[in-house]
T-cell receptor
Framework: GDSVTQMEGPVTLSEEAFLTINCTYT??????LFWYVQYPGEGLQLLLK?????DKGSNKGFEATYRKETTSFHLEKGSVQVSDSAVYFC????????????FGTGTKLQVIP | EPEVTQTPSHQVTQMGQEVILRCVPI?????FYWYRQILGQKVEFLVS????????KSEIFDDQFSVERPDGSNFTLKIRSTKLEDSAMYFC???????????FGAGTRLSVL
């Protein structure tokens, strides 16, 4: 079945540092790929998405590129802020069927001033 | 911006009791989902619902669980006889017909004592 593997956390960075959170996936066909963010005490918010190979999703300074050849969707940000502290989930959803979302285990990011 | 609303935000119940978790999806959406997240673990798919019937369910979604869309706006998850291991955050999500993006509610934290 479909699966998502993302790097273990927690990740601790200083403010303005560069962020990469690795994510790889296994799926049949061409799924849509997502990053969701969960701030402390809150629900899941869609951060960005990509629906086909070589698409780049971006939002709030975060970016991720759909790499079919390496089945990856790594999340990057050039300069993190304290307010980016949250848990980040990589996820996929097939393009057909009822499109349930399969999540990775989540990576906790802590940004220190 | 339209959002998925879940109530209550926190539900405490005794083992063996029935609970109903409530969700109001985005109004023109057609596909509805429940997920759960046990503390510190990944978000797991429970069930999808379309055209007034279950379209897919996971092995977690056993006979103790049921879903209903009683009045065209609410979408409920019922657990008939709660167990300690049902303690988790439960997320509702909905999706429109054309876009492969699920929008999540803030979640209901269920605590079974």
């Amino acid at each position: 079945g479909d699966s998502v593997t993302q790097m273990e956390g927690p990740v601790t960075l200083s403010e303005e540092a560069f962020l990469t959170i690795n994510c790889t996936y296994t799926a049949t066909g061409y799924p849509s790929l997502f990053w969701y963010v969960q701030y402390p005490g809150e629900g899941l918010q869609l951060l960005l998405k990509a629906t086909k190979a070589d698409d780049k999703g971006s939002n709030k300074g975060f970016e991720a590129t759909y790499r079919k050849e390496t089945t990856s969707f790594h999340l990057e940000k050039g300069s993190v802020q304290v307010s980016d502290s949250a848990v980040y989930f990589c996820a996929l959803s097939p393009t057909g069927g009822y499109q349930k979302v399969t999540f990775g285990t989540g990576t906790k990011l802590q940004v220190i001033p | 911006e339209p959002e998925v609303t879940q109530t209550p935000s926190h539900q405490v119940t005794q083992m063996g009791q029935e609970v109903i978790l409530r969700c109001v999806p985005i109004s023109n959406h057609l596909y509805f989902y429940w997920y759960r997240q046990i503390l510190g673990q990944k978000v797991e798919f429970l069930v999808s619902f379309y055209n007034n019937e279950i379209s897919e369910k996971s092995e977690i979604f056993d006979d103790q669980f049921s879903v209903e869309r009683p009045d065209g706006s609410n979408f409920t998850l019922k657990i008939r006889s709660t167990k300690l291991e049902d303690s988790a955050m439960y997320f509702c999500a909905s999706r429109g017909h054309s876009k492969n993006i699920q929008y999540f509610g803030a979640g209901t934290r269920l605590s079974v004592l």
